[in-house]
């Protein structure tokens, strides 16, 4: 069975640019999450989705961060414009409902200078 | 609001040790809780999950316990191996979202 599958894995873009981080979730799973990770620090939830609805955007910040699961499977994240304190690790994790275990993907590590 | 402490933070030892890592949190109103495993520069692997319900979990040499009305969570590792060097981070799952600790570094010396 396939993970789940993110892409890109590095990006680095200077700051007032915009990018783009994608996730292909494990087939089957209805819950979405995005995180976002800094260096030693735990992950702390963007959004996350049900299906196609976003159930919880209450920490993503919707000034310049934007997300979509269309068709209700895979996502993208953006952000548009990025700033320099945005450079950390993006993760994107599936599980079959809210209460499952979570899985989650390799990350994109954004650097923004 | 859900905090999630981890003790230690970072913790060395010798091979074939036993040892116990440290997770708290604050509102014992959870439906789960979950270890992870991290390696550096990699995603996060899912280890255990114990739900609310339940005391403990078990695999390989690996044993989580939950005493969720003292919000506090350990995980034992068994005969500890070089190859268990990462960060161990848990997460509870509260209000259907996981909100993590930052983690425990170990590392296992040879």
């Known amino acids: 069975e396939a993970g789940v599958v993110q892409s890109p894995r590095y990006k680095i873009i200077e700051k007032k640019q915009p990018v783009a981080f994608w996730c292909n979730p494990i087939?089957?799973?209805?819950?979405l999450y995005w995180y976002l990770q800094n260096l030693g620090q735990g992950p702390e939830l963007l959004i996350r989705?049900?299906?196609?609805?976003?159930?919880?955007d209450s920490q993503l910040p919707k000034d310049r961060f934007s997300a979509e699961r269309l068709k209700g499977v895979d996502s993208t994240l953006k952000i548009q414009p990025a700033e320099l304190g945005d450079s950390a690790v993006y993760l994107c994790?599936?599980?079959?409902?809210?209460?499952?275990?979570?899985?989650f993907g390799q990350g994109t590590r954004l650097t923004v200078v | 609001k859900q905090e999630v402490t981890q003790i230690p933070a970072a913790l060395s030892v010798p091979e074939g040790e036993n040892l116990v890592l440290n997770c708290s949190f604050t509102?014992?109103?959870?439906?789960?809780l979950q270890w992870f495993r991290q390696d550096p520069g990699k995603g996060l692997t899912s280890l255990l999950l114990?739900?609310?319900?339940?005391r403990e979990q078990t695999s390989g040499r690996l044993n989580a316990s939950l005493d969720k009305s003292s919000g506090r969570s350990t995980l034992y590792i068994a005969a500890s191996q070089p190859g268990d060097s990462a960060t161990y981070l848990c997460?509870?799952?509260?209000?259907?979202?996981?909100?993590f600790g930052s983690g425990t570094r170990l590392l296992v010396r040879p």
């Open positions: 994790a599936s599980s079959l409902d809210d209460s499952e275990r979570a899985f």
């Open positions: 087939s089957g799973h209805n819950t």
């Open positions: 989705y049900e299906n196609e609805e976003a159930v919880d």
């Open positions: 509102d014992s109103a959870i439906y789960n």
């Open positions: 114990i739900q609310s319900s339940q």
């Open positions: 997460a509870v799952n509260s209000s259907y979202k996981l909100i």
